[in-house]
Each structure stands twice: as structure tokens, then as C-alpha cells.
């Protein structure tokens, strides 16, 4: 080993099962522990505000391991909160500064008190392209505006409300626009995304996580297709907080049809869901009125491949109704698939249905 090229010795690390594998090489000598350190601290994802607080404190003490990061998720386990958080959000305050190589960070932290922004006015990551955090309150809005100014290059963008925010479209609105010409994808907040400028029309996906029931989706589908292209494919999902209602769900529909002319010739994947916050099970009778209705939505949408409309509760289903609920999606399936022949795949109430050569639906094998 002592012969082997420094590349090859890399390499053979690469192939190590688990991190505690990788550490146990740093301690074989000097030259092993140089080589060990980028592969071991390369992409860190961590699930705990402890063990943040204790890799943070290592990084903070290390400029080797600072370097080497390219990746850094934190994401808290449940129960966590912002009280357990503020030794690692000092830490972050001096930890950030030092990973100059971060490709990605992502930092799910309560953020109920802002303090997780302290640093981010004065953060510039060259090779950065992937984000996300919680949606600040105005108070403290800028300190992300000025990361963001400093980060145009960015082409993945997650931006979620924290927990029981209060979303209003006319405080966004009063907020600074957002500059992101490269931005590919985006997930997160219907009002944060109203404010992005995507100069070159690059969006190839947009997720909207944790609609507001009673949100004003007008001005969202011309800001999406001022971000889109028919030149390229793209995949649009929503995913609403709480009980939605059927008719707005088929609305959504209607509006995608009616709004965004280009998505038409386009679009391959449109996904509309139900959050899973609502807790509870129900059995699935006859489809509602609005479910049918959407094959006339769809018969405006001639290239649409794929169709997501789904309600996570759906998938517990009772006894005995089970094949009464997969008839009545049948139904439901082969309605929409014929309104619209350039569907290949349906997913229904947590069920996938995809087309045959004889250009029926059957319900896919898991």
C-alpha cells in the first residue's frame, strides 16, 4: 500500500461500507489520515441538532475538514426544537465561513427567533448551486436577499414555511424580487417563488409545498411560464396543507390549462397532493363530481405524459372497500386517458396506472 499512488489509495476509500470504516483508516498514519479526510467529510448529513452541534464544533477546530466539505445538511429529528438549537447556531455563525468548497447546504432548523441568519449578509460559496432553508419573517428578510445576491449561480432552490407562518401574498409582495437566472428547480413556498426573476427560462421543475388552503393562485402560473420554455421538459407539483377540497384541486387544473399556454406543448409531469398533516383515515366511495370533471381540464393539455393526484391519507384503505375503490378509479382513470391520449402514467389515490399497447390502463404491479 505504501507504493500506491495517493489517487488509487482515494479510490480504494471510496469503496468503504460505512463512515466508521473511513475513520478507522484515518488512524492507520499520517499519509492515510490526509487522504481519509476528504472522502470522510466530503457530504454530511446529519439528522440531530446534537450531533450537528458536535460536527459543526470539529469543523470549526479543523481547516482540513472545512475544505473538504462539499455538502452539509442539517436536518432536526421530530420533537426538536429552536430551544435545543442555540449552541449550533453559534457555531454555524463561525462554522460557515470556513467551508469555502460548499457545493450544497441545506439547513432545516427551527428558525422560529431568525438567529440561523446572523451570517448569512456576509456568506459567498464560488461553487455553490444547491439551497435551502426555512422562509425568514420580514423582519430579517434581507440577510437572505444579500446571500442570495451573492449566490446568482444557484440552480436548486427549497424555501419552506416554518411551522404555523403565517404566508401573506401582500407582505411578499412588499419584499425585494430575487435574482436567479440558473434557477433549474425550486420547492417551497408559493409567495417566496412569486418574488424570483429567472431571467434565462431555465425552470424545469417547480414542487409548492404546503399551499395555503385559501391561496390566491392566479398571479403563480404566469410567473411559472415567464420562468419556462417549450424547449425544455417540465414537471409541476403541488402539495396543499391540510384538507384540500376536490374543487380546488380540479381549479388547478383548470388554471394550468388556461394560464399556461406553453405548458401544453411542453409539460410531461403535473402532480397535485393533499399535505399528510391531516391526520385520520376515510374509505374511498364514489369519485366526486370535480375528480371526473378534470377530463375536461385535460383535454387542453395534448402533451401531458404523467399525472399525479393524490391524497396521502388515501392510501389506508378498509376492508371490503378496497375493490369497490380501485373499480371507481378504473373509471375515473379510463375517462381521463381518453380525454387525453398522451398519458402513459396515472397515479390516483395512491394507486399507479399505466397504459398498455392496447391503450387501456391497468393498475401497475409494485
Known amino acids: 500500500m505504501a507504493h500506491l499512488p495517493t489517487e488509487i489509495v482515494h479510490e480504494i476509500l471510496l469503496y468503504l461500507p460505512t463512515p466508521f470504516h473511513l475513520a478507522k483508516m484515518r488512524t492507520v498514519c499520517r499519509r492515510f489520515n490526509d487522504i481519509a479526510i476528504p472522502v470522510l467529510h466530503r457530504h454530511i448529513n446529519l439528522g440531530s441538532i446534537t450531533r450537528a452541534s458536535q460536527c459543526c464544533l470539529a469543523i470549526d477546530r479543523s481547516s482540513a475538514i472545512a475544505h473538504a466539505v462539499r455538502t452539509f445538511v442539517v436536518s432536526p429529528l421530530a420533537g426538536e426544537s429552536h430551544i435545543d438549537s442555540p449552541i449550533l447556531i453559534s457555531l454555524l455563525d463561525r462554522m460557515l465561513f470556513t467551508m469555502t468548497r460548499l457545493e450544497h447546504l441545506h439547513l432545516w432548523l427551527p428558525t422560529y427567533d431568525d438567529a440561523v441568519y446572523n451570517s448569512f449578509t456576509f456568506l459567498n460559496f464560488p461553487a455553490l448551486r444547491r439551497f435551502g432553508c426555512h422562509q425568514p419573517h420580514p423582519p430579517v428578510d434581507h440577510k437572505l436577499v444579500a446571500f442570495f445576491d451573492h449566490h446568482p449561480a444557484l440552480t436548486h432552490l427549497e424555501i419552506i414555511r416554518p411551522y404555523l407562518y403565517v404566508d401573506q401574498q401582500s407582505e411578499s ?27 434565462d427560462r431555465c425552470l ?17 402560473f404566469p410567473a411559472v411560464a415567464k420562468a419556462t420554455t417549450t424547449r425544455r421538459q417540465f414537471s409541476l407539483k403541488f402539495l396543499w396543507d391540510g384538507f384540500l377540497l376536490d374543487r380546488v384541486q380540479a381549479t388547478v387544473l383548470a388554471m394550468i390549462a388556461q394560464h399556461l399556454p406553453n405548458l401544453q406543448s411542453h409539460s410531461r409531469a403535473v402532480s397535485i397532493q393533499r399535505s399528510s ?16 370533471n378534470i ?60 397504459r398498455g ?8 404491479v409494485v
Not at 409582495?173 to 431571467?199: M, N, V
Request: hydrophobic fraction near 40%; include cysteine.
Open 357 to 364: 399497447r392496447d391503450g387501456k390502463f391497468a393498475l401497475a
Open 295 to 354: 377530463g375536461g381540464t385535460l383535454t387542453a393539455l395534448k402533451h401531458l405524459a404523467e399525472l399525479h393526484y393524490d391524497n396521502p391519507v388515501d392510501g389506508v384503505l378498509r376492508d371490503g372497500l378496497d375493490k369497490q375503490n380501485v373499480n371507481n378509479d378504473r373509471a375515473v382513470v379510463t375517462q381521463w386517458g381518453e380525454r387525453c391520449p398522451t398519458l402513459v402514467s396515472i397515479q390516483l389515490h395512491n394507486r399507479s396506472w399505466l
Open 173 to 199: 409582495s412588499a419584499l425585494s424580487e430575487l435574482r436567479l437566472p440558473a434557477l433549474r428547480e425550486y420547492r417551497g413556498s408559493t409567495t417566496y417563488f412569486l418574488r424570483i426573476a429567472i431571467a
Open 204 to 220: 424545469t421543475q417547480a414542487s409548492f409545498w404546503d399551499v395555503p388552503a385559501k391561496a390566491d393562485l392566479r398571479p403563480l
Open 277 to 292: 398533516t391531516e391526520l385520520g383515515s376515510w374509505p374511498l366511495m364514489a369519485p366526486c363530481a370535480a375528480v371526473t
